[in-house]
């Protein structure tokens, strides 16, 4: 069972330049969610979706876009890349709202 | 002030330790979580409680929700346990967690 994947592991980008990053479960969770981790500032909410066809913004969403797919998956968008958005992205699921949280094992991006 | 505060923020302790983390939170919740990161590593899921006390293994977590507090306890650690910690609160009514900045904990040999 692979729970949460997310691909890619390493990514970097050059100011400007765009990319998505991936996110699939197989749990069939209906909630779904992207954070961004970044030093002394701890887990920061960038998007959810709470069941499918739906998503929502949360606390950091300037400079993101998400698309969630269908309920396995939940794709985050950087349109054009800024040195801000140097983070460890993770995704993660739940099956309902208030529900233990799966997370993805992380992304690392870095924007020169 | 933050919603969710943790203490301590670093925590250096000796193997067999009884560790112990806090938790204190100002918004009323459905659900708190604790979660442990290691080094470079994903998140982990240990505990998600709404009241009273929840056990696995060497890890304890209990929740006051009068108080509007929470504790992690660690029995006999152990240098696998270096990790930091994560509070997580489902606050009542929203979709998001609200969470702690994480606690440091190395378990020296």
């Known amino acids: 069972n692979a729970g949460v994947t997310q691909t890619p592991k390493f990514q970097v980008l050059k100011t400007g330049q765009s990319m998505t990053l991936q996110c699939a479960q197989d749990m069939n969770h209906n909630s779904m969610y992207w954070y961004r981790q970044d030093p002394g500032m701890g887990l920061r909410l960038i998007y959810y979706s709470a069941s499918e066809g739906t998503t929502d913004k949360g606390e950091v969403p300037n400079g993101y876009n998400v698309s969630r797919l269908n309920k396995r998956e939940f794709s985050l968008r950087l349109e054009s890349a800024a040195p801000s958005q140097t983070s460890v992205y993770f995704c993660?699921?739940?099956?309902?709202?208030?529900?233990?949280?799966?997370f993805g094992n992380g992304t690392r991006l870095t924007v020169t | 002030k933050n919603e969710v505060e943790q203490s301590p923020q670093n925590l250096t302790a000796q193997e067999g330790e009884f560790i112990t983390i806090n938790c204190s939170y100002s918004v009323g919740i459905s659900a708190l979580h604790w979660l442990q990161q290691h080094p470079g590593g994903g998140i982990v899921s240990l505990f998600m409680?709404?009241?009273g006390k929840k056990k696995h293994g060497r890890l304890i977590a209990t929740i006051n929700i009068q108080e509007k507090h929470s504790s992690l306890h660690i029995t006999a650690s152990h240098p696998r346990d270096s990790a930091v910690y994560i509070c997580?609160?489902?606050?009542?009514?929203?979709?998001?967690?609200?969470f702690g900045q994480g606690t440091r904990l190395t378990i020296n040999p």
């Open positions: 409680l709404s009241s």
């Open positions: 997580a609160v489902s606050s009542a009514g929203a979709q998001k967690l609200v």
């Open positions: 993660a699921s739940s099956e309902y709202r208030v529900s233990p949280l799966h």
